[in-house]
């Protein structure tokens, strides 16, 4: 009888630490390209992009895979729920079915693209990819890769940059 308790036990700890790793409380809201380009912005035939710009935004772009990504949905979900109403968070699976053309994909590779081109990003992406936006609609910042040692400062300061 004590065995079945602590296997029980022993599942539902897993599942709440599934549940808190994938961000299971909804607000920091999974998007796809299509969600993308009505929430947060688009890019034009020049590959420039123009940001919707009625709250401030972070995007989340991510690879569920990822180790990285998944220690970081925690944070974001915090702060997600910390700055609820005043920035918007969301967040973009760009490794669906290990696919490469995907819509999501596409996204995140203009996005990269744009970057480059304005000389915002300067070295070879890494995922996850954060992107922080101002509620006016200008790009405030970026943050690549994530590590528990130095991460959740960065990502509250850049947070904090659009948020007031």
Known sequence: ??????????????????LAQTGSNGCVKEINAQQ??????????????????????????????????????????????RYKGKVDFYRMNIAINNADDTEESKVINNMISWMQKKNILTRTPGIPLLIFIHSDGRFSDYKMGYTKDKGDAEILDKIKKIAY
């Open 1 to 18: 009888m004590k065995k079945v308790l602590l296997l029980w036990m022993a599942i539902i700890a897993c599942c709440i630490e599934t």
């Open 36 to 81: 993308f380009y009505a929430s947060v912005g688009k890019f034009d035939n020049a590959g420039n992009f123009k940001s919707i710009g009625h709250k401030p935004v972070v995007v989340h772009f991510d690879a569920a895979y990822a180790r990285p990504s998944r220690e970081l949905m925690p944070i974001l979900e915090n702060y997600a729920n």
